[in-house]
């Protein structure tokens, strides 16, 4: 089975979120599973990040899509075997900024373009008409809007004969520009319509990918339900109704390579399950670093994440100045929304002993947020997986979660029966409210005051498996799934 991935981010290249994670992961967990026997490549642009990464790099063709001169060029990741192919246009991707926009976090302006040439070179990829003559692909993996349309170039200019897979990471993210764009993207006129690419009369990149792609993936079981409804679906809704037989939900694993406090090489002292002390060492190395009160008897709640709407943040600033009167410390990384983090800094300015806000994403940072902190704190709107509350199972650090998503797959909420049948591994917020949250958060603490309850609890998520492998395995059933589907 021959494979291409096709992301606009993997990491360690290049990251913005969690799209990159799973872009880093995902192939080379399919690739290491016993019952693969086959070949799996990435494609991704060329950004700045990516050429100053990928090791062994050489040039493999030079092409011309949509009117840009690009040349394809292989490596290697720079932790792993993996092949990569990343294409090169020095105009296009190699920008001060970051993959989507400059460096005031405004959108690049041609951003259809930059990723129609990705979705470009990924169908041609997959049709006879590849540059690279000794490797076509059986199937090939999109991911997210980015990539949205590479299935309509595949069944409507190249007939490919490639399965396709695509895959939602976040559906709220939908690629929608003007229809102006549709002749420069060489995208036929005709197919601009409900059973097409158009959404509200606007070109819709996810539109497309999920219209014409042989099989849907997306990050959890319960979101792959949810974005069925009006609620979540975003106006996609009714599309995914009438392909809920190809819509497959499987939560995300985790790289435990990248992810492990035994092996982490960010943190300052390695610990497990059977040996949590170093996790203390961690924590008093992260409250000097932040300039928070040394103080083990603070309960240290973490935040890794976007500032947004969706992650539910804006329900902490009202309730944080009860918890810091109650003894909690916060260790708060990420940015988003300005009127977000100016709250977030405000607090911190207000109770710099016990509030730390940093901006930005900092890869060191947030492994040490993850370890450090006693609890951590995840209430998003909605959430198609997540990937911290995961990282927060695996070191120790139970998550504070909304029943939404992959936070509903992957956290059980604690309590006596729970506790009981030892499957409790966090807790889990009765609505998303800032009230609620805080009668959780209280109860969170609590129960860390009862060290043995705790260490239960820590146990339960620390042992369970949510390395890529169970995940990989379920891919790679679609993956046969699309490949063993008839041609429509």
């Not at 006879?128 to 692909?137: A, E, G, H, R, V």
């Not at 319960?222 to 996609?236: D, K, N, P, R, V």
């Not at 959780?440 to 043995?452: F, L, N, S, Y």
């Amino acid at each position: 089975m021959r494979v291409l991935f096709a992301t606009s981010e993997a990491y360690p290249l290049i990251k913005t979120g969690g799209l990159a994670d799973v872009s880093g992961a995902l192939p080379k967990a399919i690739s290491q599973l016993p019952n693969f026997s086959g070949d799996i490549k990435i494609l991704l642009p060329a950004y700045s990040a990516v050429l100053a990464k990928l090791q062994s790099i050489h040039v493999i063709a030079n092409i011309s899509v949509l009117g840009q001169a690009c040349t394809l060029i292989a490596g290697k990741m720079p932790d792993s075997d993996m092949t990569v192919i990343a294409i090169k246009n020095a105009e296009l991707f190699e920008r001060t900024g970051g993959p989507y926009s400059d460096e005031n976090g405004v959108d690049w302006p041609d951003n259809p373009l930059r990723f129609g040439v990705l979705s470009r070179v990924a169908s041609l990829l997959c049709s006879t008409s590849t540059p690279i003559k000794d490797w076509l692909p059986d199937l090939i993996h999109c991911n997210d809007w980015q990539t949205g349309l590479t299935p309509a170039y595949m069944k409507l200019l190249d007939n490919s004969q490639t399965k396709s897979i695509f895959s939602i990471h976040n559906i709220a993210f939908q690629g929608c520009f003007d229809a102006n764009w549709i002749e420069q993207l060489d995208l036929p006129a005709a197919h601009f319509q409900m059973n097409g690419f158009e959404y509200f009369k606007q070109l819709s990149f996810l539109k497309a990918g999920l219209f014409y792609a042989d099989q849907l993936c997306t990050v959890s079981p319960t979101y792959a339900q949810e974005i069925q409804t009006t609620q979540f679906g975003f106006g996609l809704e009714g599309l995914l109704q009438t392909r809920t037989a190809d819509l497959t939900g499987i939560v995300n694993g985790i790289d435990a390579q990248e992810w492990n406090p035994a092996t982490d090489v960010h943190l300052p002292k390695h610990y497990s399950n059977a040996r949590i002390t170093g996790k203390h060492t961690v924590k008093h190395a992260l409250q000097q670093q932040l300039g928070l009160t040394i103080d083990a008897n603070s309960p240290l709640l973490g935040v890794v994440s976007r500032l947004t709407h969706q992650k539910g943040l804006d329900l902490l600033p009202d309730i944080m100045p009860k918890l810091v009167e109650a003894g909690c410390q916060f260790a708060i990384l990420g940015s988003g929304e300005k009127k977000l983090e100016a709250s977030f800094n405000a607090l911190a300015e207000r109770y710099p002993e016990q509030i730390s806000m940093n901006t930005g994403y900092h890869e060191h940072l947030s492994h040490n947020i993850m370890a450090g902190s006693d609890l951590f704190i995840m209430p998003s709107r909605f959430e198609p997986c997540g990937l911290n509350q995961l990282y927060g199972l695996a070191y120790g650090t139970p998550p504070v979660v909304t029943a939404t998503g992959g936070l509903a797959d992957s956290v059980c909420d604690t309590t006596d029966l729970s506790l009981k049948n030892n499957i409790a591994t966090g807790f889990v917020v009765k609505s998303v409210t800032s009230a609620s949250l805080l009668v959780t958060i209280r109860h969170a603490i609590t129960v860390w005051q009862d060290k043995k309850t705790w260490r239960k609890i820590q146990k339960n998520g620390m042992t369970r498996d949510i390395s890529w492998a169970s995940s990989a395995n379920a891919y790679l059933d679609c993956y046969k799934k699309a490949i063993e589907r008839e041609l429509a």
